[in-house]
T-cell receptor, first 113, second 116 residues
């Protein structure tokens, strides 16, 4: 029940494309859903986060869509660039274990020039 | 404002030795979290600490692993009698004191532990 399932495992798009990464969760107590970007050899960096009181949040080229009834959320990257090539992780937290982020398995995104 | 600092960045140990990983949270942050990332895998929660207190250690292996966050100084993750399976990247994150543990977690650059 604590799992967060992320797909796809890897994704290749052309520059300007809109990669979409999906995550699903089971624990209805989760109330905080961040996305992190990680480059090789670096720590994860927060991209954008959402709470379940809204269905969409946009920051720059990054958008989170949230479907509370389906217990799913997704990341869209508009006008993707080669510099967006990285590993993306969704995560979730909430309930009695609010200090504990449960991460998805990660998606390796490659944006070709 | 300096980010989360971790040292060492790389650590090599032989089987049976002890590994000590240090984490200094961002200024204004008193909540510290440790995560482990095995090769080609996501991050797994290990422990959540506040100053002088362990809040949640549900992800810590029962043996050989311990963590502390003293009143003064950095948080320490200690692994005793390391084995090859401990080889991983260990990340520390911190969140603002004002958010009471519900705040955004900011990650450090990690310590890559290699056990020979």
């Amino acid at each position: 029940q604590q799992q967060v399932k992320q797909s796809p495992q890897s994704l290749i798009v052309q520059k300007g494309g809109i990669p979409i990464i999906n995550c699903a969760y089971e624990n209805t107590a989760f109330d905080y859903f961040p996305w992190y970007q990680q480059f090789p050899g670096k720590g994860p960096a927060l991209l954008i986060a959402i709470r379940p009181d809204v269905s969409e949040k946009k920051e720059g080229r990054f958008t989170i869509s949230f479907n509370k009834s389906a217990k799913q959320f997704s990341l869209h990257i508009m006008d993707s660039q080669p510099g967006d090539s990285a590993t993306y992780f969704c995560a979730a937290a909430g309930g009695t274990s609010y200090g504990k982020l449960t991460f998805g398995q990660g998606t390796i995104l490659t944006v070709h020039p | 404002n300096a980010g989360v600092m971790q040292n060492p960045r790389h650590l090599v140990r032989r089987r049976g030795q002890e590994a000590r990983l240090r984490c200094s949270p961002m200024k204004g942050h008193s909540h510290v979290y440790w995560y482990r990332q095995l090769p080609e895998e996501g991050l797994k929660f290990m422990v959540y600490l506040q100053k002088e207190n362990i809040i949640d250690e549900s992800g810590m292996p029962k043996e050989r692993f311990s963590a502390e966050f003293p009143k003064e100084g950095p948080s320490i993750l200690r692994i005793q009698q390391v084995v090859r399976g401990d080889s991983a990247a260990y990340f520390c994150a911190s969140s603002p004191t004002k958010d009471g543990g519900r705040g955004t977690q900011y990650f450090g650059p990690g310590t890559r532990l290699l056990v020979l």
